[in-house]
């Protein structure tokens, strides 16, 4: 009996995080592939390489925003009185050179046009403005936009999204030759949109959105093709990965290659922050990161690195800030998290670890006769749990970490299977626990 928990149990898995540095906010020097971060203990601006190695400190007072083309990034400076510099940097000159005075510029929010033709970036007060290299001179937007993304598509177009409640988001295409925008999404009354990101290869618009509303909360992915106007849901949270509670989505991000769409998801009362990716070959979401792992913290900022490896910064339980890689094509001797499907079954406790007590979730398709057999981390099996027959949906079952003739188990790690006889077929599926004393 010993081994069949081994047989049953090591599912091969892809995905590894590493620590970069301690740091919060970053960028990519695309030319070098330097990472240029916020330190977190003196606030300064570092460099280092995506191993950890070579980190060094930089003369830029904040974190530089790169062009594409040559080798060059913009930074800001804050004068006395709330004004800030913008200044332009030239790596092969090592010199920087005065663009404008402006009125507290949003730090880290400046981009590039993809043929470095302009520079949009953000003011006091959400006020959008960018800044023509072909005149040198500053263009405001002439209004207030509250534009919380803003995307490139061409040198004089892009795509944004602007903030609001629900029912008052829109995602936009705003020509800056006219200055005018024309609407692409208006969010429903009982609909907020969270994020979004274009893919100019595919021509597609990826889209977070966060329902709320008399049935509830749900939220998930939408991928819009713009040729067509067709949209479908890539990915919905109930139906795909209903772990925690609710969940907003965001930081959408297309790898280089154009293949793969990264994406976090922040659950909305536990602070952990799940990682996702969606392929378009294949049109499957992985979530590489396993649910109410404390030591996972919250992640911020998620952008790719290469096609490979994702970036990210996260606050971690009781800890300063970090930069953190994730490589999406290491295998690990993990449980499979490749997302449950409408016709597979999904299980997990929470806590996990825990202590005294723990809850077991899981979601069944076909109605079924259900239970779930606990083993200690040699295979020898300590519990049985007879939920019975249940209809499909959600259920929950708690354990009091006795075994059969309710003593007391110890510490360590155990493995549950939970067995679904739906009498069309018979379900299976492995789970891992942490039990703390």
């Known amino acids: ?47 280092i390489n995506v191993d950890g190695t070579g980190d060094t400190e930089t003369p830029f007072p904040t974190i530089p925003s790169f062009a594409h083309l040559e080798h060059k990034a913009t930074y800001t400076v804050t004068n006395i009185g709330g004004n800030d510099s913008l200044f332009l940097y030239d790596f092969s000159r090592d010199d920087s050179y005065y663009l404008m005075s402006l009125f507290n510029i949003d730090n880290g929010s400046s981009s590039f046009s993809p043929h470095d033709e302009k520079l949009i970036y953000t003011e006091a007060m959400a006020t959008s403005s960018y800044y023509s290299f072909d005149d040198s001179m500053h263009h405001a937007l002439g209004f207030s936009a509250y534009l919380d993304i803003t995307e490139w598509i061409d040198d004089s177009t892009l795509f944004c999204m602007s903030s609001g409640g ?56 939408n991928l819009q093709k713009n040729t067509t106007q067709t949209d479908s849901t890539i990915f919905d949270y109930y139906k795909d990965d209903p772990i925690g509670t609710p969940i907003d989505y965001r930081y959408l991000s297309w790898s280089p290659d154009n293949d793969k769409l990264g994406f976090l998801g922040i659950d909305a009362i536990n602070p ?83 202590n005294n007590k723990t809850t077991i979730r899981f979601n069944i398709i076909l109605p079924g006769y259900t239970e779930i057999q606990i083993f200690n981390s040699t295979g020898q099996l300590i519990r049985i749990l007879n939920p019975g027959k249940l209809i499909s949906g959600n259920h929950q079952v708690e354990w009091d970490v006795k075994n059969n003739n309710q003593e007391e188990i110890s510490s360590g790690v155990y493995f549950g299977i939970i067995k679904v006889n739906s009498y069309t077929k018979v379900e299976s599926k492995v789970f891992k626990m942490i039990y703390l004393k």
């Open 166 to 221: 629900y029912g008052d988001t829109y995602i936009m295409k705003l020509s800056l030759s006219q200055i005018k925008f024309d609407t692409l999404l208006s969010a429903p009354d009982t609909v907020t949109y969270t994020g979004f990101s274009y893919n100019s290869e595919l021509d597609i618009l990826a889209y977070a959105w966060r329902y709320y509303g008399e049935v509830g909360t749900n939220a998930g992915i």
């Open 1 to 47: 009996m010993r081994y069949i928990i081994f047989l049953l149990f090591p599912l091969l898995a892809f995905g590894q995080e590493f620590q970069i540095a301690y740091g919060m906010g970053f960028s990519v020097d695309p030319f070098t592939k330097l990472i240029y971060y916020i330190d977190s203990f003196d606030y300064k601006i570092n460099s």
């Open 272 to 354: 952990f922050t799940q990682v996702y990716v969606y392929d378009t070959i294949t049109e499957k979401v992985i979530r590489y990161t396993e649910p109410f792992e404390t030591d996972e913290g919250v992640k911020y900022d998620l952008t790719w690195f290469n096609q490979d490896t994702l970036l990210y910064f996260a606050y971690k339980y009781e800890q300063p800030p970090q930069i953190f890689g994730f490589d999406i094509l290491t295998p690990l001797f993990l449980e499979k998290t490749e997302l449950i499907k409408p016709d597979h079954l999904s299980i997990f406790n929470f806590p996990n670890p825990f």
